[in-house]
């Protein structure tokens, strides 16, 4: 199994323009997550799926954030448009049921 | 809400000493712990898995313990080595239909050659 999938690994961009990542959950993985992590504020939960269902996007900072699952093995989240406090490193889990979680690799946005 | 807290936040040893890193939670209904190692600048590993009815899991030099009923959870590492250097996540899966797993702040530790 290769894990849970993400890219790009690294982006940097210009403010305002439009972020997309992307991610492949392992195969059979019904939850999948995707979460912030900065220095400031540690990880954060921006929002989960079930199933391909939205559940939980509470953590979602503001509606220049969006995340979409069109099927179960892929995911994106899209910022647009982009700003610099965006910048942090954005990772993507998946798990069955109430199994152990596999994180992804991640990626590092910097927005300049 | 649960919380979950971790300590030491840093730790240094020199090598080969057994260490112990502790994990505490407020919420006892859980339906599992699990241990992460994140490498700077890197994802996280999963190390260790505990579901709720279990009270340890090892591998290799690793082991963890649970104590749902007074929310602790401790990391064992034996015979450090440098190559263990990494900040160590706790985190708790709560029990309920939110599928939100808590996260301790993590210890950062050192191992000296």
């Known amino acids: 199994d290769a894990g849970v999938i993400q890219s790009p690994r690294h982006e940097v961009t210009e403010m305002g323009q439009e972020v997309t990542l992307r991610c492949k959950p392992i195969?059979?993985?019904?939850?999948l997550f995707w979460y912030r992590q900065t220095m400031m504020r540690g990880l954060e939960l921006l929002i989960y799926f079930n199933n391909n269902v939205p559940i939980d996007d509470s953590g979602m900072p503001e509606d220049r954030f969006s995340a979409k699952m069109p099927n179960a093995s892929f995911s994106t989240l899209k910022i647009q448009p982009s700003e610099p406090r965006d910048s942090a490193v954005y990772f993507c889990a998946s798990t069955k049921g109430t199994n152990g979680y596999t994180f992804g690799s991640g990626t590092r946005l910097t927005v300049v | 809400k649960q919380e979950v807290t971790q300590i030491p936040a840093a730790l240094s040893v020199p090598e080969g000493e057994n260490l112990v890193l502790n994990c505490s939670f407020t919420d006892s209904a859980i339906y599992n712990l699990q241990w992460f190692r994140q490498d700077p600048g890197k994802g996280l590993t999963s190390l260790l898995l505990i579901q709720s009815s279990q009270r340890e899991q090892t591998s290799g030099r690793l082991n963890a313990s649970l104590d749902k009923s007074s929310g602790r959870s401790t990391l064992y590492i034996a015979a450090s080595q440098p190559g263990d250097s990494a900040t160590y996540l706790c985190a708790v899966l709560s029990s309920g239909s939110a599928r939100q797993l808590t996260f301790g702040s993590g210890t950062q530790l050192t191992v000296l050659p």
């Open positions: 195969s059979g993985h019904d939850y």
